[in-house]
């Protein structure tokens, strides 16, 4: 029985905290900030600069 409880408590943990993840690419101001660290300053200038980033041309980069 206590390795069943075991067993769930793992299972759980794991479902939890696959759920919590964060594209840093396509996250809004409010997924960015949920991260440890990320205020929403630091969110605001990480999605100005994902959207720059996505506006450029191919050229750019060659």
């Given at each position: 029985?206590?390795?069943?409880?075991?067993?769930?408590?793992?299972?759980?943990?794991?479902?939890?905290t696959a759920a919590a993840?964060?594209n840093i690419n396509t996250?809004?101001?409010n997924e960015l900030t949920?991260?440890?660290?990320?205020?929403?300053?630091?969110?605001?200038?990480?999605?100005?600069?994902?959207?720059?980033?996505?506006?450029?041309?191919?050229?750019?980069?060659?």
């Amino acid at each position: 029985m206590k390795v069943f409880y075991l067993t769930l408590f793992f299972v759980f943990f794991l479902v939890t905290t696959a759920a919590a993840v964060v594209n840093i690419n396509t996250g809004d101001l409010n997924e960015l900030t949920s991260l440890p660290g990320i205020g929403p300053v630091k969110a605001k200038a990480i999605i100005q600069y994902t959207d720059l980033v996505k506006n450029r041309s191919i050229s750019v980069y060659r």
